[in-house]
């Protein structure tokens, strides 16, 4: 027991370390290519370089795996969970390089040091915070992903739990991996939650919106331009390629055409009533927060953040133990599941309605009470139309993840309930391609309107799974 212990401990310390590394590196050079230098349609590329988080990683690895076996390996699974998730550190290190103070850089060029001096002497340390906070972002992912390595066949801990508990019934060497698995992933999550609250460098003065004219790229110009163009065809060309060649060819194609409306209703059954839910329990959370302060809100509100550290099979597997030994009615039910979402996801929610509960103006509020309005009447037609807006983009982001979750839901989800994300990796991992390309695609069409909505404007919500 213990040499697999430490085998598995191992790999996944080995597969994090990579990845974060790996997508620390690849975030970091997109990032400052697309922010600081005359590349031809920054713009474009600046959505380009983000698109990848509308590809699930159980999808695309199930679209490499698909492409040959040499995938199904260690190395396989570092490239592509690397390609992957490397928008999660893009997208904090591409807002903070947009709203950095440029006279730490032009007092730099103006002591003489080089292009290169003043990247690593001026930029990089204000970097440093959204650099840190997204690579903790991404080991946090890497501990609990499972339903990519285990189509890749990497033996980590989340896969060996879910053998351990769903295959073999030994629920002792499952709970003994867990909480290996924690003591990894709740140091992460804390330095995580810690560095996102302390992201931003102050400006020197006023700070003018004022930028730097972009470091022109000269004979490097192609070959930056062929890198974007080779990560954009990695990260989505090649599993949407793989995804639409398995949707005509193979035999187990049409095999799961039965199961395709079956699984949207899942989806949308589980999804829409599961985002509601967790949006009306980060709310409170929020205002608690913003409006009262002190040290039980405090706690009230950064408690769902240490939490959402755990993994998903984790969470699924203490929610299942308490449900059979204390609350034997609702096992197997939707009510245990959405218990586990709300504790996946709730900080996600609290990001996306932070914004429109700081902009809401209590003194509107405090108008009305002195009108005669109730407490309820006063935040029924001041504050809930101003929060509105906030209120429907976190229902939407919430849709978005919980479609996509296949975790939780693979273990929780009621006795005959299938979702997209759960169909894909059964198909997928009984080798059926074909019978698994339809809910992928269908994933796909879901996720990339939406992300590409949430990351054109909303790098703070970069937290997508």
């Known amino acids: 027991m213990r040499e697999r212990t430490l085998e598995l401990l191992a790999n996944t310390v080995i597969l994090a370390v990579g990845v974060t590394a790996g997508a620390c590196l690849i975030g970091t050079a997109m990032a400052w290519c697309i922010e600081r230098c005359d590349l031809p349609g920054r713009a474009g590329w600046r959505i380009m370089a983000s698109l990848p988080l509308a590809v699930p990683a159980f999808v695309a690895s199930y679209a490499w795996a698909s492409v040959d076996s040499v995938f199904e390996s ?19 290190v591409s807002a903070a390089l947009r709203g950095m103070d440029p006279a730490f850089e032009e007092v730099s060029r103006s002591l003489g040091r080089g292009s290169w001096a003043t990247f690593f002497g001026a930029v990089l340390p204000q970097a440093r915070p959204a650099l840190g906070a997204g690579a903790l972002l991404v080991l946090t992912h890497m501990f609990a992903e499972f339903g990519a390595l285990s189509l890749l066949r ?29 003591a990894l992933c709740l140091p992460a999550a804390w330095g995580e939650m810690r560095l996102r609250r302390g992201r931003r460098v102050s400006r020197i003065g006023r700070g003018s919106a004022r930028t730097l004219p972009p470091v022109p790229l000269g004979r ?16 989505l060309g090649v599993p949407m390629a793989t995804i639409g060649y398995w949707l005509f060819v193979g035999q187990s194609r049409g095999q799961g055409s039965a199961e395709i409306m079956p699984a949207i209703m899942g989806s949308l059954g589980l999804s829409f009533p599961g985002a509601l839910i967790v949006v009306a329990l980060a709310l409170p959370l929020v205002f608690a927060s913003v409006r009262h302060g002190g040290r039980l809100a405090h706690l009230a ?45 709730l900080p996600i929610a ?13 003194r509107l509020e405090e108008m009305a009470r002195g009108l005669g309005r109730s407490p309820l009447g006063a935040f029924a037609s001041i504050t809930l139309p101003n929060i509105l807006p906030g209120i429907g983009a976190a229902l939407a982001l919430m849709v978005l993840e919980l479609m996509r979750e296949l ?41 990339a309107p939406l992300v590409y909505f949430f990351t054109r404007g909303n790098a703070e919500l970069y937290d997508l799974r």
């Not at 490239?79 to 893009?90: H, K, S």
């Not at 490097?220 to 990260?235: D, E, G, I, K, Y």
């Not at 699924?316 to 034997?328: N, Y």
Request: glycine share 4%; proline share 6%; net charge negative.
């Open 220 to 235: 490097l110009r192609l070959p930056v331009f062929s890198a974007l163009c080779l990560m954009s065809m990695l990260s």
């Open 407 to 447: 975790t939780a839901t693979l273990m929780l989800a009621p006795i005959g309930v299938a979702t997209l994300a759960t169909e894909v990796w059964s198909h997928a991992n009984d080798g059926q391609y074909a019978a698994a390309a339809p809910f992928a695609a269908l994933l796909l069409l879901v996720s």
């Open 74 to 92: 260690m190395t396989g699974a570092i490239f592509i969970l690397t390609i992957v998730v490397y928008p999660l550190v893009f997208l904090p």
């Open 350 to 362: 609290q990001s996306a309605l932070r914004a429109s509960v700081e902009l809401a103006q209590p």
């Open 154 to 182: 990497v033996q980590t801990f989340t896969t060996s739990i879910f053998q351990s508990y769903e295959l073999q019934f030994d629920s002792a060497s499952a709970a003994l991996q867990s909480v290996v698995l924690m």
């Open 301 to 345: 509100d950064r408690l769902p953040y240490v939490i959402h550290g755990l993994p998903g099979l984790v969470i699924a597997l203490a929610l299942t133990f308490l449900s059979i030994h204390f609350a034997r009615p609702v096992y197997q039910t939707a009510f245990v599941l959405f218990v586990a979402y709300a504790m996946l996801f």
